[in-house]
Antibody
Framework: EVQLVESGGGLVKPGGSLRLSCAASGFTFSSYSMNWVRQAPGKGLEWVSS????????YYADSVKGRFTISRDNAKNSLYLQMNSLRAEDTAVYYC????????????WGQGTLVTVSS | QAVVTQEPSFSVSPGGTVTLTCGLSSGSVSTSYYPSWYQQTPGQAPRTLIY???TRSSGVPDRFSGSILGNKAALTIAGAQADDESDYYCVLYMGSGIWVFGGGTKLTVL
């Protein structure tokens, strides 16, 4: 069974940093591109970043470019999101989502971890 | 960056049929955007319904179908049930690794 479990969320002050993790199991993690998608309280989904299976391709939404860094450790079956220079508008539930192997869509989602940026 | 548009809200009677759409602020949605649809209930993670315009994800009832209608992607729910009351999101692939979600449609079944 595919499982994605996010962790690392919490309360952080504006300008601070936080590192999110996503532990993957039930599939060959190293074969799949992965994504982060977030959802601000009461708002819609927003794609944040994606990383290819071998880390050759990395993409970011304009809203986080230059502040967030996506990475992965295929040996540890883990996906990460390093978030720096956090702003109040980064407050959201952050979901880890797997990119389908052969078709372009997000096929499995984690339960999310809440990041709150507030003084 | 392109804006993906969805109806903010929609209502349907139990047993009725509803079609939600997913458009672009400028231009037409085609299969080349690989439209996919996700259902989300409060406090839960999104659930994948439809991908590649019209392919149902595993376990999704055939009451849910996807298509291109005119210049938009569409999600049709036939025989609406009470537990279809959810938020529905579409997402489009813009190329160069960029995905853009629509603002979501809150579906009420009453």
């Amino acid at each position: 069974e595919v499982q994605l479990v996010e962790s690392g969320g919490g309360l952080v002050k504006p300008g601070g940093s936080l590192r999110l993790s996503c532990a993957a199991s039930g599939f060959t993690f190293s074969s799949y591109s992965m994504n982060w998608v977030r959802q601000a309280p009461g708002k819609g989904l927003e794609w944040v970043s994606s990383i290819s299976s071998s880390t050759s391709y990395i993409y970011y939404a304009d809203s986080v470019k230059g502040r967030f860094t996506i990475s992965r450790d295929n040996a540890k079956n883990s996906l990460y999101l390093q978030m720096n220079s956090l702003r109040a508008e980064d407050t959201a539930v952050y979901y880890c989502a797997r990119h389908s192997f052969s078709v372009d869509y997000f096929d499995y989602w984690g339960q999310g971890t809440l990041v709150t940026v507030s003084s | 960056q392109a804006v993906v548009t969805q109806e903010p809200s929609f209502s349907v009677s139990p047993g009725g049929t509803v079609t939600l759409t997913c458009g672009l602020s400028s231009g037409s949605v085609s299969t080349s955007y690989y439209p996919s649809w996700y259902q989300q209930t409060p406090g839960q993670a999104p659930r994948t319904l439809i991908y590649s315009t019209n392919t149902r994800s595993s376990g999704v009832p055939d009451r849910f179908s996807g298509s291109i209608l005119g210049n938009k992607a569409a999600l049709t729910i036939a025989g609406a049930q009470a537990d279809d009351e959810s938020d529905y999101y579409c997402v489009l692939y813009m190329g160069s690794g960029i995905w853009v979600f629509g603002g979501g449609t809150k579906l009420t079944v009453l």
